[in-house]
């Protein structure tokens, strides 16, 4: 059965791109516009990996990501933040919120692809 990935990004054009690379691949994707709608999405059904934009309305990223490690069945799921943002504080702050991995955006399909597969076992 194909892994099912959450992309959370208030950007639509963004989550076509990030959708249409990883259904390519093979997985299915489920859509979501912020943090928020990104739990309520995981709530209602389980996901193998989150990939999350950091600078949302609503809920950030990273305010997600705290959100997603308190529900037990999400605590070890690989998350990666895919922003614009690169400044080492940010990656720190993500980190600490128990981000899995960082890619800056624009990204390449197959940077996404390989990063994807390294951590979704």
Known sequence: MAKTILTAD??????QMVTF????AGYEVVEA????????MIS??????????????NMDGIEMIRNVRTM???????I???TTESQDG?????????ATGWITKPFKPEQLLAVVK???K
Request: without cysteine; glycine residues 10%; charged residues 30%.
């Open 10 to 15: 208030d950007s639509a054009s963004m989550r």
């Open 21 to 24: 690379t990883l259904k390519g």
């Open 33 to 40: 516009v912020d943090g928020k709608d990104g739990l309520s």
């Open 44 to 57: 209602q059904s389980k996901v193998d990996m989150i990939i999350t934009d950091l600078n949302m309305p």
């Open 72 to 78: 037990p069945q999400y605590k070890f799921i690989p």
């Open 80 to 82: 990666i933040l895919l």
């Open 90 to 98: 940010k990656k720190k702050e993500g980190k600490a919120a128990g």
């Open 118 to 120: 390294k951590v979704l």
